[in-house]
């Protein structure tokens, strides 16, 4: 019987019903806070959310401090029973050391909503990486690593049940900074040893017009292939950055799964630059179709990361329940059947995280 790690004990992965394998419920990326230079601007920046400051706030939310950090559990709570009564089963977190892990909340939350929720373990940017992690060797590494996947985390006893998500991040033409390759190839090799999903943070950049996104995928399989890992439990995640065949080449190259978890986030980052945003979901949907239709429903996951307030309801946002409220009812408009939804949902997470 195949098994999955939840923080509320091992569950068959027969029962996770609904999954989303890329979500955030206690995140806290102040790594990304770009505040404004000028003294009123930053005041402004660190205020509370307000009806006068929303559209300023979802027109640029890593310019508002707020924004990055979920910090209130009964609303986290609130929000993702929301997921729950709309038809969702289990959230794989991908909260980590250095940005807002907290197993006792994760379990709370779990108690709570009667999800299944997977706590992950990894490291997300360098710019996030705890100051120990820049005099670990790789091997050291991997065995924290594993520890937490085998033992449990920070003396909880919560087991692991994913690894990531690993970020990648620098300027467009490189593909990771240097601590960020050591944590990849502790991850491959962590998975190696456990057989756990897991999946990429990519260094991709948010596109305006007139500009094609790079990606380094293949510097990044090509190093998880050397140190040994699955590429079958390999999901690299925020694929509705990219083109559809993006994703093929992707899945012709072995991974197991292409992640689509950015529905809802349509806010933009103009402390990047002017119009800099996120995909707007009617490019994500019809990228999950051209990939439907060439027969590629059996390798997606969809899913809603929450990764910022403004995704929340409480603050405008379509919340953790938005692909079962909104997406799956547009991917069917568009023409997915019933069986295809449901091997996205259900199916296809079932495969990727039981291990056994």
């Known amino acids: 019987m195949a098994t999955v790690n939840t923080v509320l004990g091992p569950v068959d992965a027969a029962g996770l019903g609904g999954t989303m394998s890329h979500v955030h419920l206690t995140l806290d990326i102040s790594c990304w806070y770009m505040p404004p230079q000028d003294p009123q601007r930053r005041e402004a920046a660190e205020a509370e ?13 890593l310019g508002f401090k707020r924004n990055l950090v979920q910090d209130d559990v009964e609303l986290t709570i609130r929000e993702a029973a929301e997921f729950k009564k709309h038809g969702g089963g289990t959230i794989i977190n991908m909260d980590l050391e250095g940005i807002g892990r907290n197993v006792p909340a994760l379990q709370q939350i779990a108690r709570a909503t009667d999800l299944h929720i997977v706590a992950s373990t990894g490291w997300y940017i360098q710019g996030a990486h705890p100051a120990r992690i ?49 944590v990849l190839r502790a991850a491959a090799r962590a998975q190696r040893a ?91 949907v019809a990228t999950v179709m051209e990939l439907i239709g060439k027969g590629y429903a059996n390798r997606i996951l969809l899913g809603a990361e929450v990764g910022w307030k403004t995704c929340y309801k409480a603050y405008g946002g379509w919340g953790y329940s ?23 949902m259900v199916d296809n997470p079932r495969r990727l995280h039981g291990v056994g």
């Not at 959310?49 to 939310?61: C, E, P």
């Not at 799964?257 to 809802?264: A, E, I, K, L, R």
Request: aromatic share 8%.
């Open 49 to 61: 959310f307000s009806l006068d400051n929303l559209g300023r706030i979802r027109r640029n939310g």
């Open 134 to 182: 820049a005099g670990m060797s790789i091997e050291e590494m991997a065995d924290i690593m594993i520890g937490e996947i085998l033992e449990g985390i920070d003396g909880t006893g919560v087991r692991a049940g994913n690894i990531g998500e690993i970020g990648l991040s620098g300027m467009p033409d490189v593909p990771f900074q240097p601590q960020e390759e050591k």
């Open 194 to 284: 456990t057989g756990l999903s897991l999946t990429l943070h990519p260094n991709a950049h948010l596109t305006i017009y007139g500009e094609s996104p790079a990606d380094h995928f293949d510097t990044y399989i090509d190093i998880l292939e050397r140190e040994g890992a699955d590429l079958g439990k390999v999901y690299p995640s925020h694929l509705g950055l990219f083109e559809a065949h993006t994703a093929e080449r992707l899945l012709q190259r072995g991974v197991g799964f292409v992640s689509y978890d950015h529905f809802g986030h349509e806010e933009l980052c103009e402390a990047i630059g002017p119009g800099r945003g996120f995909t707007p979901d009617r490019i994500e």
């Open 322 to 344: 938005h692909v079962y409220e909104n997406i799956l009812p547009w991917l069917r408009a568009c023409g997915a059947t019933d069986e295809q939804l449901h091997t996205m």
